[in-house]
């Protein structure tokens, strides 16, 4: 199975930083790379596909990149509604693995 | 609106059986690859099992592999998760999604683009 590994863990910033969240497969996976954001007590919402495409009606502050193995989640300008956990997930092969999550917090 | 509604959750005995229900509504549900995944509290997500449009094909994560049996009714517009044998590891919010994608450049993408709000299932 491929491996999916998330960094940081956690992280804090203030409304209005720039974040980067990184996440890296243990196999080539090209593109195929989605971005989830999850608050408490809340299902998962869709924000990235296929490593930089936004879904619709998510804001232009996120965006997604893609090197080799390696992919990022950046988010501009950061908003309060934008304080969530963050899941990478490969849609290569079955199972679609998930990261383990990073979670962003208020300084 | 397209819409997922999960039921059948609750709290079972080390042992028992659970029978998960997702009802779908507002999309084609016989067009759509359809999953349950899952999260236990306080960690993270955790795919558990998916079915094909026609249901001629299933997955299943290996922990739950020969327990759990994902199947669906087209006609009812239904996902449901038939768990057996559950163990305190089980216990977690399971959510059903709609496997959306699409097309670039001649490579299909999936992404879970629609969920339910998600039932608690407790073993204990």
């Known amino acids: 199975d491929i491996q999916m590994t998330q960094s940081p863990s956690s992280l804090s910033a203030y409304v209005g930083d720039r974040v980067t969240i990184t996440c890296r497969a243990s196999?080539?996976?090209?593109?195929?790379l989605n971005w989830y954001q999850q608050k408490p007590g809340k299902a998962p919402k869709l924000l990235i596909y296929a490593a930089s495409i936004l879904q619709d009606g998510v804001p232009s502050r996120f965006s997604g990149s893609a090197s080799g193995t390696d992919f990022t989640l950046t988010i501009i300008s950061l908003q309060p509604e934008d304080f969530a956990t963050y899941y990478c997930q490969e849609s290569y092969d079955v199972p679609r693995t998930f990261g383990q999550g990073t979670k962003v917090e208020i300084k | 609106e397209v819409q997922l509604v999960e039921s059948g959750g609750g709290l079972v005995q080390p042992g028992g059986s659970l029978r998960l229900s997702c009802a779908a509504s507002g999309f084609t549900f016989r067009s759509y690859w359809m999953r349950w995944v899952r999260q236990a509290p306080g960690k993270g997500l955790e795919w558990v099992a998916s079915i094909k449009q026609d249901g001629s094909e299933k997955y299943y994560v290996d922990s739950v592999h020969g327990r759990f049996t994902v199947s669906r009714d087209n006609a009812e517009n239904s996902l449901h998760l038939q768990m057996s044998s559950l163990g305190v590891e089980d216990s977690a919010v399971y959510y059903c999604a709609r496997d959306g994608g699409i097309y670039i450049d001649g490579r299909y993408f999936y992404y879970m683009d629609v969920w339910g709000k998600g039932t608690t299932v407790t073993v204990s």
């Open positions: 196999h080539t996976i090209g593109t195929y």
